[in-house]
């Protein structure tokens, strides 16, 4: 099965072995545009924009995408394949002074269509 990952950072081992087969990341060139989508483009702006990441997908089993919520939007209405978004569950720790962090794990994907 081939995944084509639509994200702005990279699959971690733990959302690669859960998705196993063949993953395909964006390259680097298509990266760029998948997180500099337009502000103040409208949505036919947004799916010209994308056009060029939506070609490198065609040939895709499946589809994770999570990034601009119009963006993922383009893909999810263009998409003849699973699309699929990561979800995750926040833990905050605590430390002495009252200074918290958020870490955020993965649980699972998703398929939304």
Same mark, same amino acid.
């Given at each position: 099965?081939?995944?084509? *990952?639509?994200?702005?950072? #990279?699959?971690?081992? %733990?959302? /690669? #072995? +859960?998705?196993?087969? +063949?993953?395909? +990341?964006?390259?680097?060139?298509?990266? /760029?545009?998948?997180?500099?989508?337009?502000?103040? !483009? @409208?949505? @036919?702006?947004?799916?010209?924009?994308?056009?060029?990441?939506? %070609?490198?997908?065609? $040939? =895709?089993?499946?589809?994770?995408?999570?990034?601009?919520? #119009? !963006?993922?939007? &383009?893909?999810?209405?263009? =998409?003849?394949?699973? &699309?699929? *978004? !990561?979800?995750?569950?926040?833990e *905050?720790?605590? +430390?002495?002074?009252?200074?918290?962090? =958020?870490i955020?794990?993965?649980?699972?994907?998703?398929? *939304? $269509?």
């Amino acid at each position: 099965m081939k995944t084509f *990952v639509l994200l702005n950072h #990279t699959l971690t081992e %733990e959302q /690669k #072995t +859960e998705l196993g087969g +063949e993953i395909f +990341e964006l390259p680097s060139e298509l990266k /760029k545009l998948w997180g500099q989508v337009p502000p103040d !483009a @409208d949505y @036919d702006g947004v799916q010209q924009h994308l056009k060029p990441i939506l %070609e490198w997908a065609e $040939n =895709a089993d499946r589809i994770v995408a999570q990034g601009d919520f #119009t !963006a993922f939007a &383009v893909v999810l209405q263009w =998409a003849k394949v699973p &699309v699929l *978004v !990561a979800t995750s569950k926040r833990e *905050v720790i605590e +430390e002495d002074g009252g200074k918290k962090t =958020a870490i955020f794990k993965h649980v699972r994907f998703r398929q *939304v $269509n």
